[in-house]
């Protein structure tokens, strides 16, 4: 497809992430190459078709790949640029039963919208359109044991961190636990409000075009993001006040180890200058299998202005 040095169906999609699955491209980090996940919504149109959960045969939250990158081991760290997302001709808004923030108030059914995206931007309602805002909310590599969910909890690894900073022109960094990293992308949003009260927001089908470096040597333990004007650095903990700590404890690090920063000067910088907001609903630890879609534990957001560099 124009644009791309390779393009991924969304055919090649599969919930979960893991390393046991032969990788359906391999590439060299650092080339430019630009790669295309097409990602899917066939869950929604189900939903939306049906009304009922218990008759989905999709797949919730598939993630195309996994792509290999050459080299990369334990304990390096995988670049992901953002170029572009496109989006196709509708997205989905959805209430489900005992889902997200507003669940008591939105009753005991599947309440379903198919939402129109054109030229126009995205039809929220007859009077509502806005224009996209379209981001990535699953992309993580593969764990060395077990399966990591594309649904929740978010993980040291990534998955579904449902953040608006995924978006064209950020970088999204993310630890590599198994050789070949196995990288993959799903879940794209059209547009969606921070923190995503719904736990659905607008989703769209559509293909993400990224490129991937590697750095060395780097080791991280949790997703961090480089936008144009910041770095976002993910917190995961349960309870909320650890999931913070954690955020705060890798920006400073970032300042104090890795630009040799006087501590007294990062503390003192943060304090005035640094920001936190909640991430995607999706929690830190593993929900309570009898309620799946309840997190555990938060996401949270930690913002540091490049200009402060």
Known sequence: MNGMDHFLGKELGRPGFRADVEPVLRIRPGTGERIGFETDDAVYRELHDHGDLAALKAPINPVTGPVWIDGARPGDTLAVTIHEIRLKDCGWSQSLPGVGALRHRMGETVASRRIPIDEDGVHLTDRHVVAPRPMIGCIGTAPAVGVNSTVMPTTALGGNMDVTEARPGSI???????????????????????????FVAIEAEGVAIVSIDLVS???????????????????LGDPVQESITRG??????????????????????????????????????????????????????????????
């Open 172 to 198: 999204v960094y993310l630890p590599v636990e198994v050789e070949g990293a196995l990288l993959s992308i799903g879940d794209i949003h059209a547009i969606m409000s921070e923190g995503e009260s719904s």
């Open 217 to 235: 040597g780097l080791s991280l333990r949790a997703p961090r993001i480089e936008t144009e004007d910041a770095w976002v650095f993910v917190g």
């Open 248 to 309: 705060y404890e890798d920006a400073f690090d970032f300042l104090v180890t890795g630009h040799g920063w006087d501590p007294m000067d990062a503390f003192a910088v943060m304090s005035a200058l640094v920001d936190s907001a909640l991430g995607g609903p999706t929690g830190s630890g593993d929900p309570d299998p009898l309620h799946p879609f309840a997190a555990i534990g938060a996401v949270t957001l930690h913002r540091l202005p490049k200009s402060v560099l």
